[in-house]
């Protein structure tokens, strides 16, 4: 039911940069911690980031932290992922959703398309 559209993926070299976006619903920003989750080839889903509501917390997965910074404009809707220093295990399609914090899930069984990442070594 809640329409989530990821943008922002492509094709870097390993230690490029990319910024993804996701734009939601206007109810959906203004009452969920949002975050990003990724899958690789072959791979469960794993957490990514996650910032809350009004901004101001934000946790990232270990294997992230230091190199993603996740962001909010409320007004606009949007929750952004700048990625600096990829690495090839960063490849993987991103999306975006509601996040249970503490235990850092989806909450919305509805997903968006995703954007695809891709890291050349």
């Known amino acids: 039911q809640v329409q989530l559209v990821e943008s922002g993926g492509g094709l870097v070299q390993a230690g490029g940069s990319l910024r993804l976006s996701c734009v939601a619903s206007?109810?959906?920003?203004?009452?969920?911690?949002m975050g990003w989750f990724r899958q690789a080839p072959g791979k469960e889903g794993d957490f990514v980031a996650v910032?809350?509501?009004?901004?101001?917390?934000?946790y990232y997965a270990d294997s992230v932290e230091g190199r993603f910074t996740i962001s909010r404009d409320n007004a606009k809707n949007t929750i952004n992922l700048q990625m600096n220093n990829l690495k090839p295990e960063d490849t993987a399609v991103y999306y975006c959703?509601?996040?249970?914090?503490?235990?850092?899930?989806?909450?919305?069984?509805?997903w968006g398309q995703g954007t695809q990442v891709t890291v050349s070594s």
């Open positions: 959703n509601a996040v249970l914090l503490g235990d850092y899930i989806p909450i919305f069984k509805s």
């Open positions: 910032i809350g509501s009004q901004g101001g917390y934000t």
């Open positions: 206007e109810r959906t920003c203004r009452n969920n911690a």
